[in-house]
Structures are given as C-alpha cells and as structure tokens.
C-alpha cells in the first residue's frame, strides 16, 4: 500500500501545476495590453473555468477580483493556489482509494459471477442425476423383465418336455405292444391254420365212429339185446363238428394294428423332434435375453457410477467450491462475513469517496491552480504597468 501511495504522488507531482512562486508559465495566459484594462478578462476567465469545473474556489475568487481586483486579490490568490497544494498533499495518500475501490469491486463481481456459474453446474448435474435415476429405474424394470420372461420360457420348456417325453414313451410303448401283439397273433393264426388241417382228419375219425355206434345199436336191437353204448357218457354233441380258424380275418386284424403301430411310431418320431426344437428355441431364447440382460447390466452399471461419483465427487466438489466462494464474497449468506464486500465496505468508510474519483479531483485542482496562476499573472502584469 505505501508503494501506490508512492506510485500516486510521484504522478500528481508530475501532472500537478507550479505554484505562483515557481513562476509557472501558463500559456492560456491573456496577454496584458498597455493603457487596456485587463480585469474583465480575468474575471471572465475565473468564472469560465470555475463553471466549466464547478469549482467554488474560482467562482469565490472571481467575486473577489470583482471587488477589489488588485491588491488583496493577489493575496488571495497566493492564499488559495497554497491551499489547493496543501489539499492536493493531503489527499495524496487517497491515491490507492479508486484502485484499490476497483479492485476490490472487481473481486466482490468475480466471485458473484463464479457462484452463479457454480450454482448453474450444480442445478446441470441435478439434473442430469435425476435423469440418470429415471433410466436406472427403467434398466432395472427391463432386467426384472427380461429374468421373469426367462424364467416363464424355461419353466414352459420343462412343462413341454415333461408332455412330450411322456408322448414319446407313450407312442413308443404302444409301438411295441402293436409289434408284440402283432407277432402273437402271427403265430396264432399260422398255428390254427396247422390246427384246422388236423381238425379234418379227425372230423372224418368221428364220423366213422358215429357210423359205428348206429350199426352196434341196430345189431343189439335185432338180437334183443342192450344197447352196448347206452350207458357211454354223452359227448356233448349229436352229430359232427369241425373247428378251424379264418386266415382271412386273421389277416385284416394284423393289417390294422400295423396301421396302428405307423401311428404311433410317428407319434414318437414327431415327439422327439418336437421336443428337440422345444429345446433349441429354449436355449437360443435363454441365450438373448442373457446377453440383453447383461447388456442392460452393463448400462446399468455405468449409470450408476455416473450418478454415484456425481452424488459423491462432482457435487461434492462443486458444493465445497461455492462454499469457499461465498465465503471470499462475504455478505449475511456468509458465514464469517469477511470477505470482499466487507472490505468494499471497509474501503467506503475509509477512503469516503467523493462523487468524483482521486483522478478528476487532481484533474480539477490542476485547472483551479492553472486559472488562478492565470489571474494572478494578469493582476500583476496590470499593477506593474501602472
């Protein structure tokens, strides 16, 4: 600080004017005229100059001149061009007030314009980690969905394979039983036809029996005896019967369980293949929704871990930064309320600036200084010539 004060009066003490006593050359300096009387020009002067710059000093001298514009006007002139010195010595450690005023102004608005920009990165990212939990939700409903849709496929396969495992044994069984049945009655059929071939032989046997029994009657009853087969049990049957089977028949049933058995075998093969084909779908089904299911997995892990390092790092981060800049800025939102708009406040209260800035008072004392050189050249001039 004692270095811009230094800065500040090295400045002024170039830009600031001469005093009358270092015999100042002013060039706007009005020219005395012998036999002219000049007091109307100093008074103009005086007064142009006070009203170009508002200042109270040239106006109050030029009332002066008017009144008495020799002797004690000269005096007065030395006694306000030394005042203005003295003042523009007295002000001169105020050179740091606008500079510093401004920097401080600058920081109070970095640090407004840096919580701004931090609270709209931290309503960004709120943003963003709602939408990220939205898509978690939804990622995760599609999981669920995708593991039940696999569950219900695999126990519908399982269901399918439990049908068309007992349709197959089924089909297969009945298959057998036909060739089985078929293959007995096969044999049957050829062993009646040996049976039937016998059966005629022994049909001829009974008759010659049942012409011999009728001859022995008729022989008893002529010679008035018994009849010798009277008391023989009774065969059953009074007259001749044959036995035998239809080959025919016999055939036509085997051709229909053969038909029976090409039912069932198709039955099983179509069983089987079915069942296989069930299997294949299962399988490539099981084998897409894993892979959609880890795909989704895999998102859903990425956006967690983006809306986690967003909860746990960035915000964090970002909350801390607005933290430690509302403390730099101070203020009532402040914690410690020390920060830059307490010392842009320190810096009014210190410096008690004016309407105009350090630069447009020294710009303005200079003129003063300049005009009643000016005057007082002029006044002098005129005394001397009288």
């Given at each position: 600080?004692?270095?811009?004060?230094?800065?500040?009066?090295?400045?002024?003490?170039?830009?600031?004017?001469?005093?009358?006593?270092?015999?100042?050359?002013?060039?706007?300096?009005?020219?005395?005229?012998?036999?002219?009387?000049?007091?109307?020009?100093?008074?103009?002067?005086?007064?142009?100059?006070?009203q170009q710059w508002g200042s109270a000093v040239l106006l109050d001298m030029a009332a002066h001149v008017a009144g008495d514009p020799l002797g004690k006007v000269k005096t007065l002139i030395e006694g306000k061009i030394t005042k203005l010195l003295e003042k523009a010595d007295a002000e001169a450690h105020l050179a740091y007030c606008?500079?510093?005023?401004?920097?401080?102004?600058?920081?109070?608005?970095?640090?407004?314009?840096?919580?701004?920009?931090?609270?709209?990165?931290?309503?960004?990212?709120?943003?963003?980690?709602?939408?990220?939990?939205?898509?978690?939700?939804?990622?995760?409903?599609?999981?669920?969905?995708?593991?039940?849709?696999?569950?219900?496929?695999?126990?519908?396969?399982?269901?399918?394979?439990?049908?068309?495992?007992?349709?197959?044994?089924?089909?297969?069984?009945?298959?057998?039983?036909?060739?089985?049945?078929?293959?007995?009655?096969?044999?049957?059929?050829?062993?009646?036809?040996?049976?039937?071939?016998?059966?005629?032989?022994?049909?001829?046997?009974?008759?010659?029996?049942?012409?011999?029994?009728?001859?022995?009657?008729?022989?008893?009853?002529?010679?008035?005896?018994?009849?010798?087969?009277?008391?023989?049990?009774?065969?059953?049957?009074?007259?001749?019967?044959?036995?035998?089977?239809?080959?025919?028949?016999?055939?036509?049933?085997?051709?229909?369980?053969?038909?029976?058995?090409?039912?069932?075998?198709?039955?099983?093969?179509?069983?089987?293949?079915?069942?296989?084909?069930?299997?294949?779908?299962?399988?490539?089904?099981?084998?897409?929704?894993?892979?959609?299911?880890?795909?989704?997995?895999?998102?859903?892990?990425?956006?967690?871990?983006?809306?986690?390092?967003?909860?746990?790092?960035?915000?964090?981060?970002?909350?801390?930064?607005?933290?430690?800049?509302?403390?730099?800025?101070?203020?009532?939102?402040?914690?410690?309320?020390?920060?830059?708009?307490?010392?842009?406040?320190?810096?009014?209260?210190?410096?008690?600036?004016?309407?105009?800035?350090?630069?447009?008072?020294?710009?303005?004392?200079?003129?003063?200084?300049?005009?009643?050189?000016?005057?007082?050249?002029?006044?002098?001039?005129?005394?001397?010539?009288?």
């Amino acid at each position: 600080m004692e270095l811009l004060e230094q800065e500040a009066e090295e400045t002024e003490a170039a830009a600031a004017p001469v005093g009358f006593l270092q015999k100042r050359q002013v060039k706007d300096v009005i020219k005395h005229t012998p036999g002219y009387d000049n007091t109307p020009d100093v008074l103009s002067l005086l007064k142009t100059q006070g009203q170009q710059w508002g200042s109270a000093v040239l106006l109050d001298m030029a009332a002066h001149v008017a009144g008495d514009p020799l002797g004690k006007v000269k005096t007065l002139i030395e006694g306000k061009i030394t005042k203005l010195l003295e003042k523009a010595d007295a002000e001169a450690h105020l050179a740091y007030c606008d500079k510093d005023i401004k920097e401080e102004t600058d920081k109070r608005d970095k640090h407004i314009a840096t919580i701004a920009d931090l609270n709209s990165d931290l309503a960004s990212n709120t943003a963003l980690r709602n939408k990220l939990t939205d898509q978690m939700g939804k990622l995760d409903t599609a999981i669920a969905d995708l593991t039940a849709a696999a569950t219900k496929s695999q126990t519908n396969r399982d269901n399918t394979k439990t049908e068309l495992d007992a349709a197959e044994l089924t089909a297969k069984t009945g298959a057998e039983l036909m060739a089985s049945t078929m293959t007995t009655l096969d044999q049957f059929f050829k062993t009646a036809a040996i049976s039937e071939t016998s059966a005629q032989t022994n049909a001829n046997a009974t008759r010659t029996g049942f012409e011999d029994k009728a001859k022995a009657a008729a022989t008893a009853a002529k010679a008035g005896k018994a009849d010798p087969f009277a008391d023989a049990p009774d065969a059953g049957f009074e007259s001749e019967d044959t036995y035998g089977s239809d080959s025919a028949g016999g055939d036509s049933i085997i051709a229909m369980m053969d038909v029976m058995k090409g039912d069932f075998r198709r039955t099983e093969i179509k069983s089987k293949k079915d069942n296989k084909e069930s299997d294949e779908d299962n399988k490539k089904f099981q084998t897409d929704t894993e892979m959609d299911r880890r795909e989704n997995l895999m998102v859903l892990q990425s956006k967690t871990s983006h809306r986690n390092e967003i909860d746990q790092v960035t915000n964090v981060d970002l909350t801390n930064q607005r933290t430690s800049e509302i403390e730099l800025l101070g203020g009532p939102t402040s914690t410690r309320q020390a920060g830059s708009v307490e010392a842009l406040a320190a810096l009014m209260v210190k410096c008690k600036p004016p309407t105009m800035t350090y630069a447009q008072r020294v710009a303005k004392r200079e003129a003063e200084v300049a005009s009643l050189n000016s005057a007082w050249d002029m006044l002098d001039k005129r005394k001397q010539m009288e």
